[in-house]
């Protein structure tokens, strides 16, 4: 199936590993032309060459903090004019509710809330100008179903999730979408965090963990970032522009609601 993206331009965030490598790369072999951004400079540089002689698409591979406004001033100025934009940042890490500091929840906001929402505000209407545009923010099956020791990455996705609604309705008839891709467990660096982390409060081993981590996931494996970024790329086609204001969980079936 042809997406309808070839010659179009992406920013996406987070991008040099993990699931926003996975969506650059989805967005790549359909022929987008990408921006993408990460903090450490030898990753996201290997990161543009490896896609760009993959997929023989223009990668511009920015080092910078994307929750910084001057990280957003950088990657918006080597694309001020986006066709898509894929938000994505590193999650709050997990604790204990007691423990969090107002601090805590303020970085939380910074990194999930505040940076997703100054660069929607910056792109989405130039999109509705042009007449195309689609906007994915990777957040988490948190949204649907709150994660335990996970409370400050709960909060600000569910609000992130409410900030954008009406939003995406207002833009869809400009033909610009805005949805939210919402992760369950995929073979990332997270993952393992959070791997490591279960093995201390246990006391089992990293097989038994992963063993039982597996065994609450109907398809009874982890999520892989290319099939991640698959589901990603086609909420960006051309097909999908009756697709707005979702929360599309990629959980392997994990999240036991109807709705």
């Known amino acids: ?7 179009r331009t992406a920013i996406v965030c987070a991008a040099s590993k993990g699931l ?3 969506c650059a790369e989805a967005l790549a072999a359909e022929g987008v032309n990408l921006v993408i951004c990460a903090r450490t400079k030898p990753d996201i540089e290997a990161a543009a060459r490896d896609i760009a002689a ?11 903090d994307i929750t910084t406004e001057a990280g957003r001033r950088e990657v918006l100025a080597a694309c001020p004019n986006p066709d898509i934009l894929v938000t994505n940042a590193a999650g709050p890490p997990a604790g204990d509710f007691r423990n ?7 970085k939380a906001a910074e990194s999930n809330f505040f940076t997703p929402i100054a660069l929607i505000q910056a792109t989405i209407y130039g999109m509705m100008e042009r007449g195309f545009g689609r906007i ?8 649907k179903a709150p994660i ?3 409370e400050l990455s709960n909060g600000v996705r569910a609000g992130l999730t409410g900030a954008v609604a009406t939003l995406a309705r207002t833009s869809a008839k400009h033909n610009v979408t805005v949805n939210n891709l919402l992760p369950g467990q995929h073979e990332t660096d997270r993952l393992t965090s959070i791997i490591g982390n279960n093995i201390k409060k246990s006391g089992k081993s990293e097989d038994e963990v992963v063993k039982d981590m597996k065994a609450r996931i109907p398809a009874n494996r982890f999520g892989t970032a290319a099939e991640f970024g698959h589901a990603c790329a086609f909420l960006c086609s051309a097909q999908s522009g009756f697709i707005t204001g979702q929360n599309l969980v990629a959980d392997g079936g994990a999240y036991p609601g109807t709705l």
């Not at 199936?1 to 010659?7: A, Q, V």
């Open 1 to 7: 199936m042809d997406l309808g993206l070839k010659g």
């Open 20 to 22: 926003g490598r996975g």
């Open 54 to 64: 993959k997929y023989g698409v223009k990668v511009t591979g920015i080092a910078t």
């Open 100 to 106: 969090f500091t107002l601090d805590d929840w303020r």
């Open 136 to 143: 994915v923010n990777i957040t988490s099956a948190s949204v």
């Open 148 to 150: 335990p020791a996970l």
